[in-house]
């Protein structure tokens, strides 16, 4: 399952007046983030995502990203266990003049497929069949 939010940032923020935006997902494993940072953001837009009280991305959480001109991949993975099922983009821009539109994309496996997996690769590995 793949997610993708355009969010736009607008000018003149602060850390302390950071944008929140809520990125609601399905229960299961988080498999890759991405954030595109378009060409004009100079390194003036900062973004990090959190669950909860808990910043997820960057994992330290006294970072954050920015960029320019280039997109930001994470495959570290992620559970998103019990509601609720989101996570919370912050970013802030400090650009004086212009707004920015970060894209940020989720990859996720849904919790109902990890276990068929599971379950398929115990029974090749037991060698168990389906009773009839």
């Keep these: 399952m793949f997610y993708a939010w355009d969010i736009k940032l607008t000018r003149d923020r602060t850390e302390a007046t950071k944008q929140k935006t809520v990125l609601k997902v399905e229960k299961g494993t988080i498999t890759r983030f991405e954030l ?28 954050q990203l920015t960029g320019n001109g280039s997109t930001i991949v994470s495959t570290d993975e ?8 989101e996570v919370e983009f912050y970013g802030w821009n400090t650009d004086e003049i ?35």
């Design 78 to 85: 992620y559970e998103i266990k019990e509601p609720p099922l």
């Design 98 to 132: 212009y707004d920015h539109t970060i894209t940020a994309r989720i990859q996720l496996v849904p919790a109902k497929e990890i276990l068929h997996k599971v379950v398929g690769a115990a029974m090749r590995i037991t060698r168990l069949v389906r009773p009839e």
């Design 36 to 63: 595109v940072f378009p060409t004009g953001c100079c390194g003036l837009v900062y973004v990090h995502i959190n669950q909860a009280l808990h910043q997820i991305f960057p994992k330290n959480p006294d970072h």
